[in-house]
């Protein structure tokens, strides 16, 4: 947190000979810190400020351009916690979250994918996000990944070249917990080992087709693919999920969250405003929502 803090504050450098602090500040964070918990908002955003203000000096580095999307989704993730009506959205920014497992704890990250697709009832995803959680605690353990069944991840944008940290970064009684629901969950004929598909016949997060190789676009607020229904802006070719979008916007207005502010705040700053904003269909559901929290 102190280096984060001094970056911060005096602005990061392009100075390559500052590129390790900027790694091991990244891999500390992403060990320390909760990947959902809406108290890691600030240090999310922060990373996330002091990465954008590098990828600017340094915009073809694509290690730093990826840890920037890493602690972005992070940020939109943590600033969901809390509200019921952004709960799908901050599920999405989990599992979109998996794409960077080469970057992150991967131990960490499945089970935070995993915990939150259980927490919205996505327990086919659930089930197979938690059983490659426990795959990988077992490989920790072992030291190696050469056991690491890949087949439920093939036809995916996910790696499956990840770096096993020295020890576990979740806690003993959550890897107990989720191990008693997988099995009880494997006797329960209603849920399958197998990934939520879209229209393309794909795994709804990836941004790749794999029946023609053609990539689409990234939802710069989830980090799912925009397929269709897109919101475009003034700056950018960076699209988003219209539905998704709007949500968030409505939402913000609603709940009045300083969190869901700086989050739009930041894409504004890097997009300009949308060319196609289409709030009305979303305002009365997410009222609706809001009264029942």
Known sequence: ??????????????????????????????????????????????????????????????????????????AVRTSCSGHKQLFEIGVKAAVALLRYTNYLLPDKAFYEAGIACRSIGWNNMAFVFLNRFLDICDAIEDGSTDMLDHSDFADTDIPYDIMLPEDHSVQEDEREEAKEWVLAVSMDQRVQQVLNT???????????????????????????????GEVVFRNTSRVANKDDWNVYVMARKVTHSVECQDVLSYLLQITGAPSNPSYSNQRQSVKKEERKL
Not at 48 to 53: A, G, H, I, P
Not at 208 to 216: D, E, L, M, Q, R
């Open 198 to 228: 879209d229209e393309r016949g794909c795994y709804e997060a990836s941004l790749v087709n794999i029946n023609t190789s053609v990539t689409s676009p990234q939802c710069i607020l989830t980090g799912y693919p925009v397929l269709r």
């Open 1 to 74: 947190m102190y280096a984060l803090n001094v970056f911060a504050q005096y602005g990061s450098s392009g100075n390559p000979a500052n590129f390790n602090l900027y790694r091991r500040m990244c891999s500390d964070l992403f060990l320390s810190e909760s990947f959902s918990s809406l108290t890691a908002y600030k240090t999310w955003s922060a990373l996330r400020d002091v990465l954008s203000s590098l990828v600017e000096k340094v915009p073809d580095n694509k290690e730093f351009s990826t840890l920037l999307e890493c602690a972005h989704l992070l």
